[in-house]
Nanobody
Framework: QVQLVESGGGLVQAGGSLRLSCVASGRAVSTYAMGWFRQAPGKERESVAAISARGSSTYYQDSVKGRFTISRDNAKNTVYLQMNSLKPEDTAVYYC?????????????????WGQGTQVTVSS
């Protein structure tokens, strides 16, 4: 079993920044891809960013490219999401996930492990 705990969400004005963290426990994550999804009220959960096990490959949704950066510290079993130039449309609950397959972390298909989510609210 893997437990994922997100933190770092909050309320920020448009143009501001937040850094989300997700700590994994129960398994060493150094051989697993990790990623971030988000779900806004009334909308489906969508993939935001993903990173391969060693950090050599990353994926970003088009709407966050150039503004968000995903990174990881395998020694700390942690993945981060640095969010800059935040917009009101980034408001959502952000979830962390993990899988052996980067492709599945990107698509969100058949993922077994999710964190509880952290709320990000961007005011205009």
């Amino acid at each position: 079993q893997v437990q994922l705990v997100e933190s770092g969400g909050g309320l920020v004005q448009a143009g501001g920044s937040l850094r989300l963290s997700c700590v994994a426990s129960g398994r060493a994550v150094s051989t697993y891809a990790m990623g971030w999804f988000r779900q806004a009220p009334g909308k489906e959960r969508e993939s935001v960013a993903a990173i391969s096990a060693r950090g050599s490959s990353t994926y970003y949704q088009d709407s966050v490219k150039g503004r968000f950066t995903i990174s990881r510290d395998n020694a700390k079993n942690t993945v981060y999401l640095q969010m800059n130039s935040l917009k009101p449309e980034d408001t959502a609950v952000y979830y962390c996930t993990i899988d052996a397959s980067l492709a599945q972390v990107v698509t969100g298909i058949r993922l077994d492990y999710w964190g509880q989510g952290t709320q990000v609210t961007v005011s205009s």
